[in-house]
């Protein structure tokens, strides 16, 4: 199959191109109008297909309940919004359940299902601190444990890809230390950590922070905190939420000039409410709340629990709304994740050989269409 575009993202720019698809690969690029094609977009963008690292869920699934079924349906919706991987994430809750919905994740991502690829799994918690809890249930939270920790990954048939934690309560960062050792990224997060403590993390092994600006200590001209890491630390890989209610947009704005084009990550740190009408729902077991802003909330209070931003919104937000460049803003949706996840010489890019995950967009953002293993998985 061969589809064309005035419009393709290929090395941080845009090209008139087509893109010869065999199989699950791309087998070359020409220019455009080369040769005879299936599919011509016109000027309309193709870019490479989005990954998010960090999402619970969505029409009503949560990672954490362990369903099937729910996280087939998810699967199978999540290209509307432009998505070829997620990654799904979990909520500190007891260690049976978290084992369950590790079970669950890998033995669905064994079956090769429709709609978008399992990249790994984000596991959020249990390993935080009390003190920047947000919405992550109390009674669950541990000491990093690096003994537990391989009971989790057994689990998960070694797909845990992504861990958040608190840095400051990892005694000698032993589980930093071995998690990195064993490729899985270390974010900090729900951290009381100071910036020393942060960089150590980082000099252990830690590679990036989650949800950067929230659940974690902010900037200030005397202790810098986490934020001040996530500014300073040219190396370190920063998600940021893109839905306007976690963080504002100059903030956004703030980050990605400090960061740079290769170390931003967007995410949706989205729940099981997206898609779904305002109300109340129920997340990592706590009652919250989908206000008509789309912000999740942990009942009757204003703690943030979660977003119900779509990808493609997201990244609509970044550019916008916050002002960032395109380049910056398309990379954290695409190339940054992939490395994030250590998967970079595969996905995240339009080129030859690379994986044939690609996303189609209109000029209001909408997707057209989009492709997993060469094959369109959603068209309008």
């Keep these: ?6 419009r393709v993202w290929i090395a941080e ?29 016109d000027n309309k963008r193709i870019l490479p297909g989005f990954i998010d690292t960090h999402c619970h869920g969505a029409f009503g699934f949560d990672t954490n309940e362990a369903s099937s079924d729910g996280l087939r349906m998810w699967l199978k919706a999540a290209p509307k919004e432009g998505l070829t991987q997620v990654c799904p994430t979990t909520i500190t809750q007891s260690e049976a359940i978290l084992t369950k919905a590790l079970e669950n994740v890998a033995a669905l991502a064994a079956e090769n299902p429709e709609g978008a690829r399992i990249a790994g799994v984000h596991f959020e918690g249990p390993y935080l601190n009390v003190a920047y809890k947000g919405a992550q249930p109390e009674p669950y939270i541990v000491k990093p444990n690096v003994a537990q920790f391989k009971s989790y990954q057994k689990a998960a048939k070694d797909l845990i890809k992504v861990i958040t934690m608190a840095p400051e309560k990892d005694e000698g960062l032993e589980l930093t230390r071995y998690l990195a050792k064993t490729g899985v990224a270390v974010n900090l997060g729900h951290s009381a950590s100071t910036y020393n403590e942060a960089l150590f993390a980082f000099a252990n092994g830690a590679s990036g922070l989650t949800h950067t600006y929230n659940a974690m200590t902010p900037f200030n001209h005397r202790e810098p905190g986490l934020v001040g890491a996530a500014l300073r630390l040219g190396c370190v890989y920063a998600e940021i939420i893109s839905d306007g209610n976690h963080v504002s947009w100059p903030a956004i704005n703030v980050l990605y000039k400090a960061k740079g084009k290769d170390h931003c990550v967007m995410i949706t740190d989205a729940l099981c409410a997206k898609g779904m009408a305002p109300g109340r729902y129920v997340f990592g077991g706590q009652a919250i709340d989908i206000r008509p802003n789309g912000g999740a909330y942990l009942a009757d209070s204003n703690t943030l629990a979660g977003s119900t931003l779509s990808y493609n919104q997201g990244l609509r937000n970044l550019i916008e709304n916050a002002g960032v460049d395109e380049v910056s803003a398309i990379n954290s949706a695409t190339i940054n994740p992939a490395r994030v996840l250590k998967i970079d010489d595969r996905f995240g890019k339009i080129q030859a050989h690379y994986e044939a995950d690609l996303t189609v967009l209109d000029w209001d953002y909408t997707v057209l269409a989009t492709f997993v293993k060469g094959k369109a998985v959603y068209t309008v």
């Design 1 to 6: 199959m061969i589809i064309q575009s005035k």
């Design 13 to 41: 720019q845009w090209v008139a191109a087509q893109i010869e698809l065999k199989g699950h690969l791309i087998q070359a690029i020409w220019p455009y109008g080369t040769k005879p094609v299936d599919l011509d977009y």
